[in-house]
């Protein structure tokens, strides 16, 4: 026996002293064995000295430039030294020389991936699957790649392939319950997360998944233990804390809701959307000023949140600071100008402040962004009702054309339009009313 084949034998039998003692030994006889500096780089690999390692390849590579396998080493060494472009450069080399080496493909796929080069990427990890078709990995990375990239259909083809080719495959479940739930096909969404949590049941993200779409399914008991599934698993996730605040306010438990926000708050006191939950929440709880501040620390972070403005707005009117709502709805419309109810409300409080023409420009901004809509139109009509009697009918006519059976109901009833009564078009409107009730 040689003392490279001894060498081979330590190796093998995980008898790395002496196994790296023989490889050196064979260089020092030998500086050009290709053989012997190869195995003593995979060996100095295995031991997480990835430095020496690097310098063994690049020495059999040396000797020896076209050998693939060499190069492929070489880029999962540089991989473990986080020397990304140099391990991609390493993969392509070995790809030159061996066109259908699947396992190089398939970690530049990876590289690619993660480098933001989806295209590419996405050439990579075709390449693999042609090459080696039961490649379950390749079908879940290409699967993944796919629905991130919006193409849903061909996403959704890789995972099933994955899945038909490794049933167990408990990532591959989680992500296509992602895509399914992303395509609103719930039911088959939260198959796929039971099946991800009976591969493995202490999956936080599964249990937190299962409890969102159990949200959307309006199994609301099922879903706050799915939450505090995930919760046991992981007491320190933010989202789920906040989720499940969300769940609990709606289901007026504002006390234990109140609680869960700020559970997540203490986790991540930097998210937008979190505290725009609690506010949202200390605001049913009948405190407004806790609630003033909850809304403002959610807009210091997400200044482009639009809701958080809206809902801010409504707040400074109910607590009688017209002027600043004003100022709140107009923050709510410079980030969003699409937000309809806004310019609904900015157009009432506008009407409140004798401010008719902008209040004017707001309904119609409104009506623009939903024509069918009735509400704009019935305000245009509380707005003309003292000055333009007329064209106060016609946005009543319009507004009742849209909702027949509040609109008539509430003009009878309603002081705004007091002017318009003796009018016998007034009338009729009512009359109309009366008839469709009879």
């Known amino acids: ?96 020389l061996e066109p259908n080496d699947d396992k190089a493909w398939y970690n530049l796929g990876l590289l690619l991936t993660a480098g933001d080069h989806a295209e ?46 490794h049933p167990d495959h408990d990532a591959a479940w989680f992500n296509f319950g992602s895509l399914l739930e992303d395509l609103d096909r719930l039911e088959e969404a939260e198959a796929a997360y039971r099946r991800t949590l009976q591969l493995t049941p202490e999956h936080n993200d599964a249990w937190r998944n299962l409890a969102n779409v159990l949200c959307d399914l309006e199994r609301d008991e099922e879903a706050e233990a799915a939450y505090r599934k995930a919760l046991e698993g992981n007491p320190d996730d933010g989202e789920t804390w906040n989720n ?19 559970k997540a708050l203490a986790i991540n006191p930097n998210q937008g959307e979190t505290w725009y939950n609690l506010a949202i929440v200390l605001d049913g709880l ?37 002027k600043d709502a004003e100022a709140a709805y107009r923050k709510a419309l410079d980030g969003n100008p699409a937000q309809r109810g806004t310019w609904l409300r900015l157009g009432t409080l506008l009407a409140e402040r004798q401010q008719e023409q902008a209040a004017e420009a707001a309904f119609h901004k409104a009506i623009a962004l939903e024509p069918d809509e009735f509400s704009p139109y019935y305000n245009l009509s509380c707005l003309k009702a003292k000055t333009d009697g007329p064209a106060a009918l016609a946005w009543l006519r319009k507004a009742f054309a849209r909702n027949p059976l509040d609109v008539p109901k509430w003009a009878a009833n309603d002081p705004d339009l007091d002017p318009l009564r003796p009018l016998p078009e ?11 009730k009879g």
């Open 426 to 436: 007034f009338q009729k409107i009512i009359n109309a009313f009366q008839s469709r």
């Open 1 to 96: 026996m040689t003392l490279f084949e001894q060498g081979a034998l330590f190796h093998q039998q995980g008898a790395h002293q002496q196994a790296e003692e023989c490889y050196r030994k064979v260089l020092v006889q030998k500086p050009d064995h290709q053989n012997a500096w190869n195995n003593l780089g995979i060996l100095l690999g295995s031991l997480g000295r990835f430095d020496e390692a690097e310098t063994a390849y690049r020495k059999a590579l040396a000797i020896q430039p076209d050998d693939h396998q060499g190069w492929y080493n070489l880029g999962l060494c540089l991989g473990e030294l986080g020397r990304e472009d140099e391990e991609a450069a390493a993969y392509r080399k070995a790809i030159e």
């Open 286 to 322: 009948d405190r407004p000023a806790e609630a003033e501040a909850a809304y403002r620390k959610a807009v210091a972070i997400q200044p482009d949140n639009g809701a958080a403005w809206h809902n801010l707005g409504m707040l400074l009117e109910k607590t009688k600071r017209p």
């Open 244 to 262: 499940l605040g969300i769940l609990l306010g709606f289901l007026g438990r504002a006390v234990d809701a109140e609680a869960a926000v700020r």
């Open 120 to 165: 590419e990427a996405l050439h990579a990890f075709r390449k693999v699957v042609a090459i080696q078709p039961d490649d379950h990995d390749a079908w879940y990375s290409l699967g993944r790649l796919l629905a991130n990239l919006e193409q849903v259909d061909e996403a959704e083809a890789a995972y099933r392939k994955a899945l038909e080719l």
